[in-house]
């Protein structure tokens, strides 16, 4: 069985179906924004609850539009 | 010589128009005049309303009935090409063939038409709001510069007197920064503040929208129209709504005026630094206390608002990327929103956590009972990759939620740019001086009835697909 290409499993995992040289060429722009990510990867968050909410009444008081 | 009554801010023509001195409808006219003689060069508005004189006509026999609505009453505004309006084709800046947006009125729509105002047009938007150039429009400071963005046809309309006052959106600055490149007042209001029901989305949860003005006064005339809970906005904040016009003009003495400098200050241009220093010195030459602080958390700011934004804005497309169209995109937004697919999940979650840090950070810093207290307090640091502070202990307290003002303030750079498109602006910091060549008369019909004709970028094509209904039309 052969290995898979690694911008085929790049394909895959994240479901990007684009030829390999517009593929290369966005993971090329990517890498500057990878450099900040990378910084957020460094910190210990655990204890930090993400600043998103899950309001599940929120349903029940929303009033119809007219 | 009083200025020209496309040049006026609306705290100077509502009571004129409320004491039926002024009437909306010629106010309207000249605000059609003045965009028949140089929207075609700034190429501001993508769409003009066909019915801007009937609405103005409309106001007109309600004041004159004494149903006078309030302060916007009669005033034309532009409206940003990425809130859905009935009477006019939402765009959203894309070409893309296949992508159409349904013909009513967003939320915020909604209330300045209640209001009374005269909507006279859509101002260009960047594609999907995702840049901060707005091709093709100028500015008309200086025509061959741009005029950020992405509400870029807002600021730069407001700035050449096209309209009393537009609308912008704002993810990631794209109010502030062309209210900054077109030297007008640009409003960031506070997240939840004002609905975004009706608003193409960018990033839920960065999405603001808000109001662009020639003063401050405007901008509080505005909020108090556009403020208010709304329901079907679920991050829509359900409190009671100020008086925004309460403290103009009230003494700055006493207060207390935070500058954060580890942000804004590292890349100003000299003059633009130079002036924003004499104004924070200006404020403390008023009474204000000046205080300057630092949050060191900034630092990891730039990379949770990068995977924030391009994993929300690659969500809100996925269809559009699954069914091949963001290859009719403008190629750096089609970029972008492919390389949200790179952002992991984790990565996503990992940056709302130091928003919540940064949000503690701020409120900590902006309050009063913290003014002996440094903001860079160690309370805040980051030590050794781990985030420690007060925001480890499960807070009931809201985050404060914050917002963004930008004001014009004078710059020796913008007199040596002046084009003459550029008008003397009542509010305005700026000061036309410049003489250019004579702005092109008589081709002011021509113009709008291309507009209304062809309000599409030109070459694009009808679009019959609706491939995002929006939550009414899906019976929600």
């Known amino acids: ?66 | 010589v009083s200025p020209a009554l496309w040049a006026e801010p609306i705290e100077a023509l509502a009571p004129r128009i409320r004491g039926k001195a002024l009437s909306p409808v010629e106010l309207t006219q000249a605000c059609l005049d003045r965009i028949g003689q140089v929207d075609d060069r700034l190429l501001s508005f993508i769409c003009l309303a066909p019915d801007a004189l009937e609405q103005a006509r409309g106001a007109e026999a309600e004041i004159a009935r004494g149903d006078w609505r309030g302060p916007l009453h009669g005033i034309p505004l532009g409206i940003k090409d990425n809130y859905l309006t009935a009477d006019m084709p939402t765009t959203a800046g894309t070409t893309a063939p296949g992508i159409t947006f349904p013909r009513r009125d967003a939320a915020a729509v909604t209330r300045l038409r209640r209001a009374g105002a005269v909507l006279i047009g859509k101002t260009r938007t960047h594609e999907f709001a995702w840049g901060n150039v707005t091709p093709p429009v100028r500015n008309p400071w200086a025509l061959d510069r741009v005029p950020s963005g992405s509400s870029g046809g807002s600021g730069a309309a407001v700035a050449a007197g096209l309209c009393a006052a537009a609308m912008g959106s704002d993810t990631g600055g794209s109010i502030r920064m062309p209210a900054a490149a077109c030297g007008v007042v640009g409003l960031k209001a506070t997240f939840g503040r004002v609905s975004r029901e009706g608003i193409v989305p960018h990033s839920w949860s960065l999405d603001h929208a808000g109001p662009l003005t020639r003063t401050v006064g405007d901008a509080a005339l505005m909020m108090g129209v556009l403020a208010g809970h709304d329901p079907a906005d679920p991050t829509c904040r359900d409190e009671p709504v100020p008086d925004y016009t309460a403290a103009l003009g009230a003494p700055i003495a006493g207060l207390r005026i935070g500058v954060c400098r580890n942000h804004f200050f590292e890349e100003n241009q000299e003059d633009v630094q130079r002036a924003v220093e004499a104004a924070i010195a200006d404020l403390a030459g008023q009474g204000a206390t000046v205080v300057d602080f630092t949050i060191p958390n900034l630092a990891y700011g730039l990379a949770a608002i990068f995977a924030i934004e391009l994993a929300s804005s690659t969500a809100y497309h996925d269809v559009s990327l699954r069914a091949g169209r963001v290859r009719h995109y403008t190629p750096d937004v089609r970029q972008l929103v492919e390389l949200g697919r790179f952002v992991t999940g984790p990565d996503y979650l990992k940056a709302e956590q130091p928003r919540a840090v940064l949000m503690e950070d701020f409120r900590r810093a902006l309050d009063r009972r913290g003014r002996d207290r440094r903001a860079d307090h160690p309370d805040h640091r980051v030590e050794g990759g781990r985030m420690d502070g007060p925001h480890r202990r499960p807070r009931r307290e809201r985050a404060r939620r914050l917002v963004a003002l930008h004001v014009p303030v004078q710059s020796d750079r913008a007199a040596r740019d002046l084009d003459p498109v550029r008008v003397r602006s009542a509010g305005s910091a700026h000061r036309a001086t410049g003489r250019g060549p004579s702005v092109r008369r008589g081709d002011g019909a021509a113009r709008r009835a291309r507009l209304r004709a062809h309000p599409r970028v030109e070459g694009s094509g009808p679009r019959t697909v609706s491939p995002r209904p929006d939550r009414r039309e899906r019976g929600r």
């Open chain 1, 1 to 66: 069985v052969s290995e898979p290409e690694p911008l085929d499993l790049v394909r895959d995992v994240l479901g990007i179906d684009l030829p390999p040289d517009h593929l290369a060429e966005n993971l090329a722009a990517f890498a500057r924004i990878l450099e900040e990510i990378r910084k957020l990867r460094t910190l210990d968050l655990t204890d930090i609850h993400p600043s998103i909410v899950f309001d599940p009444t929120a349903p029940y008081r929303r009033e119809p539009r007219a």
